[in-house]
């Protein structure tokens, strides 16, 4: 079945770092890929979102490219700030299910101190 | 455009009782999926639906069920609650031309005691 697995966190970087959150995949086919973002006590917002291999998803200044050749679709943003704390998950989504529900992984939660 | 509205918000339950949620999806989206969300598990997909009709299904026991009605809205049953059962229940509504791509609502919290 589809799997996705994304670095553990959490990740602990003082603002203006540069942030990156490791994620890979396993699926069927050619899935589409999404980040998300949920804030304390929130549902899930979707962040940004690749649809086929070499897109590259932007959102608020947090990149993510689809590469088919290792699976992966990785986030990054070149200057994070403290609003930016929140728990990160990739998802995607694939032929098994009919493109039509979302296998997540297990979320980065990411911390940003002043 | 609103998004989409989940009721009730909290929801304390004792073992053994069943509780009800309910989700509105955004305006003009007609797929409604569900997910169950806890600490150890993370996010796990309950169901989908479509046009009133169940899509998909993920893997959970028949003490979960689902329906959803013509106005789109939905609601998700659950019966002869466990404690196991307490978590952030969340709903997702998608457009119709891109279903893929699925807005969340803020979840309802169910705790089981």
């Known amino acids: 079945g589809d799997s996705v697995t994304q670095m553990e966190g959490p990740v602990t970087l003082s603002e203006e770092a540069f942030l990156t959150i490791n994620c890979t995949y396993t699926?069927?086919?050619?899935?589409?890929l999404f980040w998300y973002v949920q804030y304390p006590g929130e549902g899930l917002q979707l962040l940004l979102k690749?649809?086929?291999?070499?897109d590259k998803g932007s959102n608020k200044g947090f990149e993510a490219t689809y590469r088919k050749e290792t699976t992966s679709f990785h986030l990054e943003k070149g200057s994070v700030q403290v609003s930016d704390s929140a728990v990160y998950f990739c998802?995607?989504?694939?032929?098994?299910?009919?493109?039509?529900?979302?296998?997540f992984g297990k979320g980065t939660m990411l911390l940003v101190s002043p | 455009k609103a998004g989409v509205t989940q009721t009730p918000r909290y929801l304390i339950k004792t073992r053994g009782q069943q509780v009800t949620l309910s989700c509105s999806p955004i305006s003009g989206h007609r797929s409604v999926s569900w997910y169950q969300q806890t600490p150890g598990q993370g996010l796990q997909f309950l169901f989908e639906y479509f046009s009133e009709t169940q899509r998909n299904k993920g893997n959970f026991p028949g003490r979960f069920s689902g329906r959803q009605f013509s106005n789109s809205r939905s609601e998700m049953n659950v019966s002869t609650l466990e404690l196991g059962d307490s978590a952030l229940y969340l709903c997702?509504?998608?457009?119709?031309?891109?279903?893929?791509?699925?807005?969340f609502g803020p979840g309802t919290r169910l705790t089981v005691t």
């Open positions: 998802a995607l989504s694939g032929l098994n299910s009919g493109y039509s529900t979302l296998t």
């Open positions: 690749a649809t086929k291999a070499d």
């Open positions: 997702a509504s998608s457009p119709r031309d891109r279903f893929y791509e699925q807005y």
């Open positions: 699926a069927t086919g050619y899935p589409s």
